[in-house]
């Protein structure tokens, strides 16, 4: 099963930039859909950004514009670049894959979380 570490959060002020990493410790590009979401104190855990095998991405309207998923085959590893950052995007970030080849079709993983805090 594919082990997801995520790395490159801080605190920085509003309208700052920060770069999530999620280190994979296998290959994802053939067989996982990567996602990021993120939970803040108190609400729900959030889709912050996808990208599928085929290249694909998906924000939600509270990030698009700002936020860019990107993969690096080559060192297993998926970017958040986070730009114009606001108070509310405060959050712990997670790093997400889901299986799309067999065997294990369908199984999801998740990091432990990196924490993203932002003063106003």
């Known amino acids: 099963q594919v082990q997801l570490r995520e790395s490159g959060g801080g605190s920085v002020q509003a309208g700052g930039s920060l770069r999530l990493s999620c280190t994979a410790s296998e290959s994802t590009d053939q067989c996982y859909d990567m996602k990021w979401y993120r939970q803040a104190p108190g609400k729900e855990r959030e889709f912050v950004s996808g990208l599928d095998r085929d290249g694909s991405t998906a924000y939600p309207d509270s990030v698009k514009g700002r936020f860019t998923i990107s993969r690096d085959n080559a060192k297993n590893m998926v970017y958040l670049q986070m730009n114009s950052l606001k108070p509310e995007d405060s959050a712990m970030y997670y790093c997400?894959?889901?299986?799309?080849?067999?065997?294990?079709?369908?199984?999801?993983?998740w990091g432990k979380g990196s924490l993203v805090t932002i003063s106003s």
């Open positions: 997400y894959a889901e299986r799309r080849c067999s065997p294990n079709y369908g199984v999801e993983y």
